[in-house]
Each structure stands twice: as C-alpha cells, then as structure tokens.
C-alpha cells in the first residue's frame, strides 16, 4: 500500500513539475511558472514573456499611483478600430467609422474643431434649450434659444439723459441731444436716424442680406426711445403752456365782453 501511495505521489509531482518551468528574472530571482493554464504567460529560454492565449477573464488593477502605460505604439490610420472600456472596465474595440464626429468646424475649414477656444461654425440650425426649433418649421431660422440671451456692453443708452439733464455725458461723451428741427435736417442729409448705422454703413453676406450688430442695434434703438419721451415731455409742456395762455386769453376776452356790453347798455 505504501508502494502505491508513494508511486501516486511521484506520478503527481512529474505532472505538476510537466505543467511548470522556473525562470530566472534579470535579478537573479528563480520564478516558478505554468504556462498552461491559460494566464497569457509563456516561457521562451528562460524570460517570461506576454502573448499566450487566455482561457479565462483577467484583471489588471492600476490606481493614481500606480499606472499603466504602453510605449513604442505604431501610428495609427483613421479607418484603425479604437480601444474602449465599458461599464465593467472590460478592453473591448470599437469602429472608428462608427463614432460620432464633432459636428463644429473651425473658421473657414473642413478641419474639426477641439478647443473651446477655435473660432467655429455649423451650418445647420442650432438649438438651445430645445430639441424641436420651438417647433419652428421655417429652414431659414438658424438659431432658436430656450431661455434668456444675455450681451455685455461698454456703455447704456442711459447717457441720452446724462446729457439732457447735466449738458454731457460720462457714459458717452461723444453723445449730443439733438432738438427736432437738428433731427429733421440730419434726416434730411443722411436718410437715417441720427445714432443709428445707415445701410451704407452695413456689410452684407454672400446672399446680400444686411448683417448688423445685435447689441448696438438694441442701445440704439432704445436711445431713440430716451429721445422720443424727452421731446413728448417737452411738447407736452409746451401744449399745458399754451392752454394756460389760451385760458387766459379766454378769460380777458370774457371781461372785455362784459365790458362792451355795459358800455352799450348806458
């Protein structure tokens, strides 16, 4: 029986020591490997070496400190398969062909855009804060927002009254008011508004639409606004002055009346 045990046990060891082979790394240390149990290790004259064929998962766990990185790749070729991880961290590879591209472009190229800082454009509409244009179905509408736009600017048209009030302006001191009969002799030589840009003054696209200035169009048009009230103000002041004078006119012509009619009754 001990015969038998002790063949059994001889038998064992030659396979374990068939399954294995011991290495010696470039430190001198003796390494003890099997290569067949399917860990993508081999044994080549003596090193171990990557490359074997994998019969279950592995798992390799890298940390902030302890990173992995691969040297030496070969440049790639935009048809190439890219290297993804999904959920679980598994490697796995995707078409390159099936990835969505950037759809900005930088200023006049064909070349996509990858700063926040490139000058971009689309020329497809954009949408923001909607998926459906705000239902829109008119192609010519390029932009539709959800929400609020916000602009900054350098100065408000609040200096119209500056200037009205104290005789210039802080906010902009090219700024002058102008009284009607100076509006209407403006008019009259420039065809526009003063303090609005006239339509010689606006550049056009390649379609010969006019392009204008979102921001200066919206101060300028409330500096008319500021302008238009200070002139009603003024008329308005003038019109309560003239029924003052008219009433009192009125009244002496009442007395002068009363007058009259005493002197043709004696």
């Known amino acids: 029986m001990k015969k038998i045990t002790l063949m059994l046990l001889v038998i064992q060891s030659g396979i374990i020591m068939a399954q294995t082979k011991t290495v010696v790394t470039q430190f001198g240390e003796k390494v003890t490997i099997n290569p067949n149990i399917g860990n993508g290790l081999t044994a080549n004259n003596g090193s171990i070496e990557l490359g074997g064929t994998l019969s279950g998962p592995a798992q390799l766990t890298t940390s902030s400190t302890n990173t992995l990185a691969f040297t030496g790749l070969s440049t790639g070729a ?15 590879k995707v078409a390159a062909s099936t990835l969505q591209l950037e759809p900005w472009q ?7 855009a990858g700063s926040n800082t490139d000058n971009i454009f689309q020329m497809g509409q954009v949408g923001i804060g909607t998926n459906n244009m705000l239902g829109t179905v008119d192609a010519n509408v390029k932009l539709a927002v959800n929400g609020t736009i916000i602009l900054p600017s350098s100065y408000y048209a609040d200096y119209v009254f ?3 009030l104290d005789g210039q302006s802080n906010i902009k001191a090219a700024y002058k008011f ?3 009969t100076e509006v209407e002799q403006f008019i009259l030589q420039n065809k526009h508004l003063p303090g609005v840009t ?8 390649e379609k010969g ?7 200066e169009l919206s101060i ?14 003024e008329q308005n002041k003038q019109i309560e002055a003239d029924q003052k004078t008219i009433s009192e006119m009125n009244s ?15």
């Open 78 to 92: 935009a048809a190439d398969d890219i290297l993804v991880t999904d959920a679980s961290g598994i490697l796995k």
């Open 106 to 112: 930088i200023k006049s190229t064909t070349t996509k």
């Open 162 to 164: 500056e200037d009205y």
């Open 178 to 180: 102008k009284t009607l």
């Open 198 to 205: 006239g339509i010689k003054d606006l550049a056009r696209n």
């Open 209 to 215: 639409q006019y392009i204008f200035n979102m921001n």
């Open 220 to 233: 300028q048009s409330l500096e008319k606004i500021e302008e238009l009230y200070l002139h009603l103000i």
């Open 252 to 266: 002496r012509v009442e007395t002068l009346e009363k007058l009259v009619k005493q002197l043709l009754a004696q």
